[in-house]
């Protein structure tokens, strides 16, 4: 896939700071893999070193694998409003987006980007899903203490219960990307 190209036909991305993107160093991107314990997925890793932290120029939208939950869309899609990037980003940087939401998330989970409205667009970076994609919804965020202040064992799969597939890949991410239409 041609990335430019592909972001082109979506109207473009632009900086999320400056005038000029600022893409992310190939020692910063190993040092993320070494704290996840896993590489990340070649076209993902072509993105960061060449665009960084970006957003849409248009407002757009993407068609989930399995639709997102009507709490969360009313057609079932979501919207999309910037990837991450370097540290140079900070807020929009990959290391402090993995240190804010690694133990509220599933593990192996990378967040990539948000919607703009707080949820978290995520990568799985490792285990049986790994290079999947997945939305995140933090209204509908897990809350461990409601289990352990009443005794009780803390489910395997509490961690899921705000998580809806999105996409095979990030390549499968970019193709369900479309503008938004009013």
């Given at each position: 896939m041609?990335?430019?190209?592909?972001?082109?036909?979506?109207?473009?991305?632009?900086?999320?700071?400056?005038?000029?993107?600022?893409?992310?160093?190939?020692?910063?991107?190993?040092?993320?893999?070494?704290?996840?314990?896993a590489?990340?997925?070649?076209?993902y890793?072509?993105f960061?070193?060449?665009?960084?932290?970006a957003?849409?120029?248009?407002?757009?939208?993407?068609?989930?694998i399995?639709?997102?939950?009507?709490?969360?869309?009313?057609?079932?899609?979501?919207?999309?409003?910037?990837?991450?990037?370097s540290?140079?980003?900070?807020?929009?940087d990959?290391?402090?987006?993995?240190?804010?939401y690694?133990?509220?998330?599933?593990?192996a989970?990378?967040p990539?980007?948000?919607?703009?409205?707080?949820?978290?667009?995520c990568?799985?970076?490792?285990?049986?899903?790994?290079?999947?994609?997945?939305?995140w919804?933090?209204?509908?965020?897990?809350?461990?203490?409601?289990?352990?202040?009443?005794?009780?064992?803390?489910?395997?799969?509490?961690?899921?219960?705000n998580?809806?597939?999105?996409?095979?890949?990030?390549?499968?991410?970019?193709?369900r990307?479309?503008?938004?239409?009013?």
């Amino acid at each position: 896939m041609d990335l430019k190209e592909k972001f082109e036909e979506l109207g473009g991305l632009a900086p999320v700071r400056g005038q000029q993107f600022i893409p992310v160093p190939e020692a910063e991107i190993g040092d993320l893999e070494k704290q996840l314990g896993a590489p990340l997925p070649d076209l993902y890793r072509s993105f960061l070193k060449l665009f960084g932290a970006a957003s849409f120029r248009e407002m757009v939208e993407f068609t989930p694998i399995v639709p997102l939950p009507p709490a969360v869309s009313s057609d079932g899609r979501g919207g999309m409003n910037v990837f991450y990037g370097s540290a140079a980003h900070s807020p929009h940087d990959l290391a402090g987006m993995l240190e804010l939401y690694h133990q509220r998330m599933p593990e192996a989970f990378l967040p990539i980007g948000d919607d703009g409205g707080g949820d978290q667009i995520c990568l799985m970076v490792s285990g049986e899903k790994a290079g999947k994609c997945f939305y995140w919804d933090h209204n509908s965020e897990w809350d461990e203490e409601d289990y352990v202040d009443d005794g009780l064992p803390v489910p395997p799969d509490l961690k899921w219960q705000n998580v809806t597939l999105i996409a095979d890949s990030f390549e499968d991410f970019l193709t369900r990307i479309s503008v938004r239409r009013s």
